[in-house]
């Protein structure tokens, strides 16, 4: 309990450095909500640094996203170049702010169910050209971290989603949804 | 009228998730507007071969060739040697161009080469273009490998006057000079 307790004087401090972050008041100190506020601060973050590096380097994402022959549309590989960086960045403010949680969680959850299935698509086309095994292979996916695994991109991306999914469904996130 | 409170918990989501989805846009669109380094959405980066592209030779039965196919003639690195010592390069009849970005053109490019970054073009028009009319033969490269930089900055240029045989492409590129190890020259930022 005085953990629990020590979790909570932190967000308070936190709240007193940013007024601009709205952390509803806890009720009752649950393990329960502190992992929910934890993880959207997780996903939060992560979201904004991802996209932060995205949008600040469009080019080069650009270029990346064209390797997935996903988008024939010279306006359609711009648009999404363009806006999708920005868009995580958005979604991360939200989830920091607390703001409409679970809905941006929900959309959180099925960008990154998205982004995986690109992926994988990407990996198996890239295997079939290099013949390395599917876990040995690693590219820049266009995620903002540069050079990945795809195994290890995939899990991580599965932990998001299930992270995400988990902000959505639970009775235990916070904010002001 | 059904107010927020009354919908079903699916579809209070469903309408918050239509909202961040639509201001999410707006704030995107808005911050691509206003950022220095942001994409114009009418624009074609990656001009297509004006004629029948070029597939450069591969021995059958090997890995796809990660050279990217093109309509312009090519240089290996011997051959730009041999460019650079001529004194046609010097008077710049001959022009050599660097079609990397500015962080990669910093840290290190071939001495004597103009760059011309095509994603940013308005930046290196007004010294690119007066050397590209006044040259005959010119020599573009990017890193090399899959990069298609050079390519594209050759068919943006051709698209703005510049006649396509006078252009060449140093396909093996900037790692190819550097395997080689032939000196780079560094420039301030």
């Known amino acids: 309990m005085e953990g629990c307790r020590a979790s909570v004087d932190s967000i308070r401090t936190l709240e007193i450095a940013m007024p601009s972050l709205k952390i509803p008041l806890l009720g009752e100190c649950s393990l329960a909500r502190l992992i929910s506020i934890t993880a959207r601060f997780a996903l939060g973050g992560f979201l904004i640094a991802m996209g932060l590096a995205k949008a600040f380097a469009p080019v080069d994402f650009l270029k990346l996203l064209r390797e997935y022959h ?108 | 009228m059904m107010t927020a409170s009354r919908l079903h918990p699916i579809g209070l989501l469903g309408l918050q998730a239509f909202i961040v989805i639509f201001s999410g846009i707006i704030f995107a669109v808005m911050a691509n507007f206003l950022s220095p380094r942001g994409l114009e959405l009418s624009r074609n980066y990656f001009p297509p071969a004006a004629t029948p592209a070029i597939q450069p030779t591969a021995n059958i039965g090997a890995a796809p060739s990660p050279i990217p196919t093109h309509e312009f003639s090519t240089v290996t690195t011997d051959g730009l040697v041999e460019m650079l010592r001529d ?38 028009l007004s010294a690119v273009m007066p050397a590209c009319l006044a040259a005959e033969k010119i020599v573009i490269y990017c890193t090399g490998g899959s990069c298609e930089d050079s390519l594209f900055a050759a068919r943006m240029l051709r698209d703005f006057g510049i006649p396509a045989d006078r252009f060449s492409i140093f396909i093996e590129g900037i790692q190819a000079w550097k395997d080689a190890g032939l000196p780079l020259t560094l420039s301030a930022p």
């Not at chain 1, 703001?99 to 698509?121: N, P, Y």
């Open chain 1, 70 to 177: 996903f988008l024939s549309s010279p306006w359609l590989l711009n648009a999404t170049a363009a806006t999708l960086p920005w868009f995580e960045v958005f979604c991360g403010i939200l989830l920091l702010g607390g703001i409409a949680t679970r809905a941006t969680s929900a959309i959180i959850a099925g960008l990154f169910f998205f982004f995986s299935i690109a992926i994988a698509h990407r990996a198996i086309a890239l295997q079939s050209e290099l013949h390395v095994p599917f876990c040995a292979l690693s590219f820049d996916c266009g995620c903002g971290a540069g050079e990945v695994f795809v195994c290890a991109k995939l899990t991580e991306n599965l932990a998001w989603i299930a992270l995400a999914l988990w902000l959505a469904l639970s009775r235990h996130t916070l904010g002001k949804t």
């Open chain 2, 87 to 124: 004194k046609r390069f010097v008077t710049r009849r001959f022009l050599l161009i660097d079609a990397r970005n500015d962080a990669h053109f910093r840290n290190g490019h071939i001495e004597g080469a103009l760059q011309f970054d095509h994603f940013q073009p308005q930046n290196y």
